[in-house]
């Protein structure tokens, strides 16, 4: 079957570095999102990573290590605004995205 | 960036009642909308994926007859929920994506918050 992990939540203090993993097991792939709810919202997208890698874009980067089923988001100089859901998404060979749950992120002053 | 509406944001109905929620992309022309269904504290489900002027494709377990959906153009997915009862009271978030992407990103609508009383 297809499978996303990721932590259900994490806590972490304003200005300092979060790193929210999610690993997959996806038959086939085409890439992976993440993308960032806000409670009562819908999700907005963050990063898409198909090659090995670091992708940074402004306080968020994007790691994939397709070898490992593996992705990283990394939020830097975190803001009490980041508290959200982070929900990672992986492309399957049918071009249809596999969720996972999501991993809420409480920002404490 | 692509921009996708959705109408109306909340409804409230009595059980047995049918309701219609719009998905519009505004500035570009969708070649395929997604409807997802997400319950408090739970990730995104997808219900179905319509193409312009062809059937839905329904995931397995959602009921067709149940949740009507017509793309009429390429701007333009509606879904109905029909006979809605209160098991149905839901976050529903339609999407979309251009197509011309390699990597066919979706565009989020920002969600109509149903509740079946």
């Known amino acids: 079957g297809q499978n996303i992990d990721q932590p259900t939540e994490m806590t972490a203090t304003e200005g300092a570095i979060v790193q929210i993993n999610c690993t997959y097991q996806t038959s086939g792939f085409n890439g992976l999102f993440w993308y960032q709810q806000h409670a009562g919202e819908a999700p907005t997208f963050l990063s898409y990573?198909?090659l090995d890698g670091l992708e940074e874009k402004g306080r968020f980067s994007s790691f994939l290590s397709r070898s490992k089923g593996y992705s990283y988001l990394l939020l830097k100089e975190l803001q009490m605004k980041d508290s959200a859901s982070y929900l990672c998404?992986?492309?399957?060979?049918?071009?249809?995205?596999?969720w996972g749950a999501g991993t809420k992120l409480i920002i404490k002053p | 960036g692509a921009v996708v509406s959705q109408h109306p944001s909340r409804v409230i109905c009595k059980s047995g009642t049918s309701v219609k929620i719009e998905c519009r992309s505004l500035d570009f022309q969708a070649t395929t909308m997604f409807w997802y269904r997400q319950f408090p504290k739970q990730s995104l489900m997808l219900m179905a994926t319509s193409n312009e002027g062809s059937k839905a494709t329904y995931e397995q377990g959602v009921e067709k007859d149940k949740f009507l959906i017509n793309h009429a153009s390429l701007t333009l997915s509606t879904l109905t929920v029909t006979s809605a009862h209160p098991e149905d009271s839901s976050f529903y978030i339609c999407?979309?994506?251009?197509?011309?992407?390699?990597?066919?990103?979706?565009?989020f609508g920002p969600g109509t918050r149903l509740t079946v009383l």
């Open positions: 999407s979309a994506n251009t197509g011309r992407d390699s990597y066919n990103e979706q565009f």
């Open positions: 998404a992986v492309l399957d060979s049918n071009y249809q995205l596999i």
């Open positions: 990573n198909v």
